[in-house]
Structure formats: C-alpha cells, structure tokens
C-alpha cells in the first residue's frame, strides 16, 4: 500500500519561507510521479509542481514558478517544496500525491492515485 507522509506546515509571515516534505516507500518514489497540490478555504484543489517518473523533469504552475521549487533526495525517498516569498494567498493545505501512470498532462488531480493527509500552510500579512 502507498502511503505518503507531508511534514514541514506552519504559520510564517508574508515575505517567509518554508520548505514541505513528503515521504514515500521507496519502490513508489523511484517509480512514480511525485506532486504537490494545494486547497484553500473554499477553492478547489490546485496543481503546484510534480516530478515526473524518475525525477527527469519538473513541472509548475504557472504563477508559482519562481518563488516554488521542487527537489528531491533520492537517499531518503523524499520530495520537498521549498516556499520563498509566500503570500497570504498562499494560505492552504498543501498535499502531496503520487500517480504510477503515464499521461499527457500533469497537473490533473483526477491523474493523482494516492494522496498524504496534508499538512497547513498559513501565511499571516
């Protein structure tokens, strides 16, 4: 069964940073898809960044990219998002989610199997 664990939340000021952790089995994080969603109050849950399988390329939302950054230790089966300059607007919980399948998008959450318990991000101004 995959599982997937979030760390790393918390409440920071706005200009602040923080950086998420997500834990996976190793068979999982060497074969899958690994990607970070978010969900505000209210809002529908949104694509922030994934890997794609093996870690060959990255991927964000459009209006993240800059100030997100996915990475990765392949050592420790772990996927981070490094936050800098967050934003009140930034506030949600953040998910981490895994897909095993090929398909020609990837911020589809619909794509995403398996999901972490998430873990809140709150951004005071």
């Known amino acids: 069964q995959v599982q997937l664990v979030e760390s790393g939340g918390g409440l920071v000021q706005d200009g602040g940073s923080l950086r998420l952790s997500c834990a996976a089995s190793k068979r999982t994080f060497s074969t899958n898809w690994m990607g970070w969603f978010r969900q505000a109050p209210g809002k529908e849950r949104e694509f922030v960044a994934a890997?794609?399988?093996?870690?060959?390329?990255?991927y964000y939302a459009d209006s993240l990219e800059g100030r997100f950054t996915i990475s990765r230790d392949d050592t420790e089966n772990t996927v981070y998002l490094q936050m800098n300059n967050l934003k009140p607007e930034d506030t949600a919980v953040y998910y981490c989610?895994?897909?095993?399948?090929?398909?020609?998008?990837?911020?589809?959450?619909?794509?995403?199997?398996?999901w972490g318990p998430g873990t809140q991000v709150t951004v005071s101004s």
């Open positions: 989610a895994t897909r095993a399948h090929y398909y020609s998008t990837y911020d589809r959450k619909a794509d995403y199997n398996t």
């Open positions: 890997f794609g399988r093996n870690g060959d390329r990255a």
